[in-house]
């Protein structure tokens, strides 16, 4: 019952946002990161292929928060 409260409070401050990296967009969530005091982007495998990008890249990436 703990995890799903945890996931819950998370969910519900994530944000909805427009993506860029280089010519790929996308939609998505980025979820809040307390312990870092950041936000988290997932990037799917198939987004970093696009863009051809291996885990541990450092990329350009644009957000935008969809309000």
Known sequence: ARQAQSRIK???KM???SVS????EWQTS???DSKRGTYVLP???AV???VGAAEGDVVTVTVE???
């Open 43 to 45: 990037v799917k495998k």
């Open 15 to 17: 944000e909805p946002a």
């Open 48 to 50: 970093r292929r696009s």
């Open 30 to 32: 980025i979820f809040p």
């Open 65 to 67: 928060i969809i309000r």
């Open 10 to 12: 998370r969910l519900a």
């Open 21 to 24: 990296i280089d010519e790929t």
